[in-house]
């Protein structure tokens, strides 16, 4: 049974960055895609970005691209996002969650969930 955790949230400022984690534990990542989402407040959960299992071809939402980064290292079964220049709009719950197929980077691929690490952005 595949278990996925998520760290690395917290309060930042405008401007200012973190790093997502996300472990893997129960089964190896090797073989997943990995993706990350997010859900603010009364808006629909969202594809922020996406790794295959390689690691080789990834996707980020365009809201994100150019600030956000996605990255994995199999051996360590584990899976990054670096955010940079946050925004009051990225602010949001973000998972992790994995899938064996799909493309898309949207929730609906993704089979397997964490429960979520709060990241907030305020001055």
């Known amino acids: 049974q595949m278990q996925l955790v998520e760290s690395g949230g917290g309060s930042v400022q405008p401007g200012g960055s973190l790093r997502l984690i996300c472990t893997g534990s129960g089964e190896t990542l090797e073989y997943y895609a990995i993706g990350w989402f997010r859900q603010a407040p009364g808006k629909e959960r969202e594809g922020v970005s996406c790794?295959?299992?390689?690691?080789?071809?990834?996707i980020y939402a365009d809201s994100v691209q150019g600030r956000f980064t996605i990255s994995r290292d199999n051996a360590k079964n584990t899976a990054y996002l670096q955010m940079n220049r946050l925004e009051y709009d990225d602010a949001a719950i973000y998972y992790c969650?994995?899938?064996?197929?799909?493309?898309?980077?949207?929730?609906?691929?993704?089979?397997?969930w964490g429960q979520g690490t709060q990241v907030t952005v305020s001055s």
């Open positions: 790794i295959d299992s390689s690691g080789d071809s990834t």
């Open positions: 969650a994995a899938a064996h197929g799909g493309s898309s980077c949207r929730p609906y691929e993704y089979d397997e």
